[in-house]
């Protein structure tokens, strides 16, 4: 297949900036050259602005598959992702039964290699997610587990978390935290501070995410195992990250921020519209301003999506008894574009849905070069649209982008030797 | 008791949503009811063709008690719901409950339920007027309004740069936050009073001051709106006792006589006696606490009457 004139946006290509045709043949990029004649029936692909930058690789969606699939099943996640311009996303083991076997590898695996989005999986830490003993990390990581983690809402208690970094050791293994002490925050809704007191709702402050975060950070200094903090939500956080780092700390894998972190903040929740009731909670103006220069500084590695799909009954309700959870594989590129307004800006937030999670997950770089495996990305940052619920692709609506004007879109991804367009 | 003016909103969510020209047309309509109400004849025939729900998803005997009589004043039709907080958990049960009886067209909705936010929850599925009776730890309007009217009857008609202190648990109150919102429309200055762990910690970014002292408080205010302590709404223990509380953070007897003013007290009931303020207090001649009951009537009754003018004239 030949991608006509697409301006290359990869600043680890020697091919960044410039506006080129791309041939693709049998799963590798081929040939790029300021122009390439299409051969006979060959699949051409042409759209005016059109940017190409490496396959957007996502952190830590959920998947209902199995268990809940009324969430979200395989092909509804990989419908919507494929929408968003990802090319694979490393789902959570938060499964139902979790995922903690060889078994569960090669089923998550079993659907890869044919269509746009291929699924990486993660495992279970702890065994059922109870936070007590180990899985069998060494036989998962050896079926593909790319990092163990017992998911977002809770921090792994501290023997857990110790006892997984020293193991994970043995293999070179990655252990995933989101840091998040449930006892502080009680029965906490929303971020503390001026919008909670407003609202009547219970807040949940700051320091439910920096107390477990700095003994995060210890623990690791103590085991010297390998750690990616995953959901970064507060400035104080970041700046406990830059204090490790600044001391010398060098275990830390990275970190990784949720678009819907970049793109709100509490004041969206004011009208009590439970799309916006996340976990972590959506914070302050300042806390997402310093999350975005993380981002354009390079300090927060990967920007991911923090899909959650819930369906009505149990997002459609008074905002206290409403789920926690947002969809947002369709939307990260196109609420980060609605910031990320300069060319400067987007090249760093293309390296954090890009090269970024691909390090953090220990996958080879992948830039937009000749020889290398084609897995790639095409969309444009031109133009502008509301988006609406004919454009999400999974079983829920329970999108807090809906209504709101968006620019650019996807336009097509390359994954599996095929060019998958976007209608 | 035709009234040019409206309300900016269709629906009485909570002081936060009106404008101080609501809150003034409210007022100022609640006295011409207050008239009514005193007459040897009390019903007006203005809702005559409305049919009113009163849905309490939580225990509530004064409110019910005083939106019914509004209603019944007015001549409205009226529907009563109630089911204890427990067997309602989930919002389907909400939305199927209010469902089923709008589907016996109803036109206006009053509703208490235990979520905070539950009205704008339902202002999003249906068509009717909805006036909140509280919500959770959120908002209780009417009770706010009222509490403005008995302060500006007791001081004598304007609320500007006078000094109102609640006093007690504002943490899981909703009364706290309406009054906020409806004195700092009025121009009043507000300051809370309690224990450091029933004050919201990020309270003054609503703009009223934070004390700890209550003799310090009283002696600052002119109105002393003292809160009941919910122990109801706290699963953990914010207060080491009852009998603790009382003693330092109480409206006692002892207190008041330290005091070198006149000042006025308010609760909006149901009082714990010896908890929050003692029996001697809210029985003297401060306490307006009875004629706030007195004009919650008239203040509902203007509620819901400026909301039924602005649906007709729709």
Same mark, same amino acid.
């Given at each position: 297949m030949l991608l006509r004139s697409v301006s290359i946006t990869d600043t680890h290509s020697p091919h960044h900036g410039k506006t080129q045709d791309v041939r693709i043949a049998n799963g590798r990029i081929e040939a790029i050259a300021d122009e390439i004649s299409a051969r006979d029936g060959e699949e051409v692909f042409s759209h005016e602005g059109a940017r190409l930058s490496p396959g957007f690789v996502d952190i830590g969606a959920y998947l209902g598959d199995p268990g809940h699939e009324e969430r979200e099943d395989i092909a509804s996640l990989t419908a919507a992702a494929a929408a968003g311009g990802y090319v694979a996303v490393a789902v959570l083991p938060t499964t139902d039964p979790v995922r903690q076997s060889v078994a569960d590898m090669t089923y998550l695996a079993s659907h890869n290699g044919s269509s746009a989005v291929d699924l990486l999986p993660l495992a279970a830490l702890s065994r059922d997610n109870a936070g007590k003993d180990l899985t069998e990390m060494m036989e998962l990581a050896a079926a593909g587990a790319l990092a163990f983690t017992d998911g977002p809402g809770r921090s792994a208690p501290g023997n857990l978390l110790k006892r997984g970094l020293e193991y994970a050791k043995s293999f070179g293994g990655t252990i995933i935290d989101s840091p998040y002490d449930t006892d502080l925050a009680e029965d906490g809704q929303v971020h503390e501070g001026g919008v909670s007191v407003s609202l009547g709702l219970r807040g949940i402050p700051v320091m439910t995410e920096t107390i477990p975060l700095a003994r995060d950070l210890t623990i690791l200094s103590y085991t010297h195992g390998r750690l990616l903090l995953h959901l970064i939500s507060s400035a104080d956080s970041l700046q406990l990250i830059q204090e490790y780092r600044d001391g010398g700390g060098d275990r830390l894998v990275g970190c990784t921020v949720s678009a819907h972190h970049l793109t709100f903040t509490e004041e969206s929740l004011s009208g009590f519209d439970p799309n916006f009731k996340l976990l972590p909670p959506l914070r302050e103006t300042t806390d997402r301003e310093a999350l975005r220069n993380g981002v354009l500084e390079g300090r927060i590695e990967a920007i991911v999506s923090h899909h959650r799909a819930r369906h009505g009954e149990e997002k459609d309700l008074e905002f206290s008894y409403s789920a926690f959870g947002a969809r947002g594989l369709e939307t990260a590129l196109r609420q980060l574009l609605s910031w990320a307004d300069t060319d400067e800006k987007l090249e760093r937030v293309i390296a954090a849905l890009t090269v970024g999670p691909r390090r953090l997950l220990g996958l080879p770089p992948l830039s937009v070069a000749e020889g290398n495996p084609a897995q790639l990305t095409l969309f444009t940052t031109e133009g502008s649209s509301t988006f609406t619920v004919d454009q999400l692709r999974g079983k829920t609506t329970n999108s807090p982008l809906l209504g709101l004007e968006l620019p650019g879109r996807i336009l097509a991804t390359v994954n599996n030797d095929r060019l998958w367009t976007l209608a | 008791m035709a009234s040019v003016q409206q309300l900016s909103t269709k629906h009485v969510l909570g002081i936060k949503y009106l404008t101080a020209a609501d809150v003034e047309l409210i007022l100022d309509t609640a006295r011409e009811f207050k008239d009514v109400i005193n007459r040897p004849i009390k019903k007006v025939p203005s809702l005559r063709d409305i049919t009113i729900a009163n849905l309490f998803f939580e225990n509530s005997t004064r409110t019910r008690i005083s939106f019914e009589l509004a209603e019944k004043r007015l001549s409205a039709d009226t529907v009563n719901f109630s089911a204890s907080s427990s067997s309602v958990k989930k919002g389907e049960t909400l939305l199927d409950t209010v469902n089923n009886i709008l589907a016996m067209k109803v036109d206006m909705v009053v509703m208490r339920h235990p979520a905070p936010g539950a009205h704008h929850f339902l202002a999003g599925k249906i068509d009717a007027s909805i006036v909140n009776a509280g919500d959770g730890t959120h908002e209780h309007p009417t009770q706010a309004l009222l509490d403005a009217y008995s302060m500006r009857d007791a001081l004598g008609g304007d609320l500007r740069g006078k000094r109102v202190c609640i006093f007690g648990d504002v943490t899981h109150s909703r009364v706290a936050l309406s009054n906020i919102f409806c004195l700092q429309r009025l121009g009043a200055k507000v300051r809370v009073c309690g224990p450091p762990t029933l004050i919201?910690?990020?309270?003054? /970014?609503?703009g009223v001051e934070v004390s700890y002292d209550v003799q310090d408080s009283l002696q600052w205010c002119d109105v002393a709106n003292v809160l009941r302590i919910q122990l109801e709404r706290q699963d953990t223990k914010y207060i080491p006792s009852l009998r603790e509380y009382n003693r330092h953070f109480g409206i006692t007897r002892a207190r008041m006589d330290r005091l070198d003013k006149e000042i006025v007290i308010m609760h909006p009931g149901p009082i714990n006696r010896g908890v929050e303020i003692d029996t001697e207090v809210a029985d003297s001649?401060? /306490?307006?606490i009875l004629q706030q009951v007195e004009n919650g009537v008239a203040v509902r009754m203007s509620v819901l009457y400026l909301l039924a003018a602005r649906r007709n004239d729709a």
């Amino acid at each position: 297949m030949l991608l006509r004139s697409v301006s290359i946006t990869d600043t680890h290509s020697p091919h960044h900036g410039k506006t080129q045709d791309v041939r693709i043949a049998n799963g590798r990029i081929e040939a790029i050259a300021d122009e390439i004649s299409a051969r006979d029936g060959e699949e051409v692909f042409s759209h005016e602005g059109a940017r190409l930058s490496p396959g957007f690789v996502d952190i830590g969606a959920y998947l209902g598959d199995p268990g809940h699939e009324e969430r979200e099943d395989i092909a509804s996640l990989t419908a919507a992702a494929a929408a968003g311009g990802y090319v694979a996303v490393a789902v959570l083991p938060t499964t139902d039964p979790v995922r903690q076997s060889v078994a569960d590898m090669t089923y998550l695996a079993s659907h890869n290699g044919s269509s746009a989005v291929d699924l990486l999986p993660l495992a279970a830490l702890s065994r059922d997610n109870a936070g007590k003993d180990l899985t069998e990390m060494m036989e998962l990581a050896a079926a593909g587990a790319l990092a163990f983690t017992d998911g977002p809402g809770r921090s792994a208690p501290g023997n857990l978390l110790k006892r997984g970094l020293e193991y994970a050791k043995s293999f070179g293994g990655t252990i995933i935290d989101s840091p998040y002490d449930t006892d502080l925050a009680e029965d906490g809704q929303v971020h503390e501070g001026g919008v909670s007191v407003s609202l009547g709702l219970r807040g949940i402050p700051v320091m439910t995410e920096t107390i477990p975060l700095a003994r995060d950070l210890t623990i690791l200094s103590y085991t010297h195992g390998r750690l990616l903090l995953h959901l970064i939500s507060s400035a104080d956080s970041l700046q406990l990250i830059q204090e490790y780092r600044d001391g010398g700390g060098d275990r830390l894998v990275g970190c990784t921020v949720s678009a819907h972190h970049l793109t709100f903040t509490e004041e969206s929740l004011s009208g009590f519209d439970p799309n916006f009731k996340l976990l972590p909670p959506l914070r302050e103006t300042t806390d997402r301003e310093a999350l975005r220069n993380g981002v354009l500084e390079g300090r927060i590695e990967a920007i991911v999506s923090h899909h959650r799909a819930r369906h009505g009954e149990e997002k459609d309700l008074e905002f206290s008894y409403s789920a926690f959870g947002a969809r947002g594989l369709e939307t990260a590129l196109r609420q980060l574009l609605s910031w990320a307004d300069t060319d400067e800006k987007l090249e760093r937030v293309i390296a954090a849905l890009t090269v970024g999670p691909r390090r953090l997950l220990g996958l080879p770089p992948l830039s937009v070069a000749e020889g290398n495996p084609a897995q790639l990305t095409l969309f444009t940052t031109e133009g502008s649209s509301t988006f609406t619920v004919d454009q999400l692709r999974g079983k829920t609506t329970n999108s807090p982008l809906l209504g709101l004007e968006l620019p650019g879109r996807i336009l097509a991804t390359v994954n599996n030797d095929r060019l998958w367009t976007l209608a | 008791m035709a009234s040019v003016q409206q309300l900016s909103t269709k629906h009485v969510l909570g002081i936060k949503y009106l404008t101080a020209a609501d809150v003034e047309l409210i007022l100022d309509t609640a006295r011409e009811f207050k008239d009514v109400i005193n007459r040897p004849i009390k019903k007006v025939p203005s809702l005559r063709d409305i049919t009113i729900a009163n849905l309490f998803f939580e225990n509530s005997t004064r409110t019910r008690i005083s939106f019914e009589l509004a209603e019944k004043r007015l001549s409205a039709d009226t529907v009563n719901f109630s089911a204890s907080s427990s067997s309602v958990k989930k919002g389907e049960t909400l939305l199927d409950t209010v469902n089923n009886i709008l589907a016996m067209k109803v036109d206006m909705v009053v509703m208490r339920h235990p979520a905070p936010g539950a009205h704008h929850f339902l202002a999003g599925k249906i068509d009717a007027s909805i006036v909140n009776a509280g919500d959770g730890t959120h908002e209780h309007p009417t009770q706010a309004l009222l509490d403005a009217y008995s302060m500006r009857d007791a001081l004598g008609g304007d609320l500007r740069g006078k000094r109102v202190c609640i006093f007690g648990d504002v943490t899981h109150s909703r009364v706290a936050l309406s009054n906020i919102f409806c004195l700092q429309r009025l121009g009043a200055k507000v300051r809370v009073c309690g224990p450091p762990t029933l004050i919201p910690k990020f309270i003054g /970014s609503l703009g009223v001051e934070v004390s700890y002292d209550v003799q310090d408080s009283l002696q600052w205010c002119d109105v002393a709106n003292v809160l009941r302590i919910q122990l109801e709404r706290q699963d953990t223990k914010y207060i080491p006792s009852l009998r603790e509380y009382n003693r330092h953070f109480g409206i006692t007897r002892a207190r008041m006589d330290r005091l070198d003013k006149e000042i006025v007290i308010m609760h909006p009931g149901p009082i714990n006696r010896g908890v929050e303020i003692d029996t001697e207090v809210a029985d003297s001649s401060h /306490s307006i606490i009875l004629q706030q009951v007195e004009n919650g009537v008239a203040v509902r009754m203007s509620v819901l009457y400026l909301l039924a003018a602005r649906r007709n004239d729709a």
